[in-house]
């Protein structure tokens, strides 16, 4: 399967993005499809994940409450979406898929097999 993820962009602190992640060449059916970012200087770290086969969500704790990850089964799309913004948020924001029934919420990189290119999304104070 390939990822293709859009909706990156620049936004002031306190704004709002959504993240689209699209499969194409397969579906998301059989996957746990999670966020992952990386800002300048930084290690790749986990934003959240979801599984397809029962719609569990995970998150990071530092985007509780500000992030809501998403699926909709037609568009074989996920969503992430970001509401209150700060510019510690602001980094390259990489979809990611794994072939499983559930991650259980695993966090690390390592266990997603299929990566998107990135989308930038930069928050200004």
């Known amino acids: 399967v390939q990822l293709q993820a859009s909706g990156g962009g620049l936004v002031q602190a306190g704004g709002s993005l959504r993240l689209s992640c699209a499969a194409s060449g397969g579906t998301f059916s059989s996957y746990a499809v999670g966020w992952f970012r990386q800002a300048p200087g930084k290690e790749r770290e986990f934003v959240s994940t979801?599984?397809?086969?029962?719609?569990?969500?995970y998150y990071a704790d530092s985007v509780k409450g500000r992030f809501t990850i998403s699926r909709d089964n037609a568009k074989n799309t996920v969503y992430l979406q970001m509401n209150s913004l700060i510019p510690e948020d602001t980094a390259v924001y990489y979809c990611a898929a794994v072939r499983t029934y559930s991650t259980s919420g695993d966090s690390r990189p390592r266990t997603y097999d299929f990566w998107g290119q990135g989308t930038l999304v930069t928050v200004s104070s």
């Open positions: 979801i599984n397809w086969s029962d719609g569990r969500t």
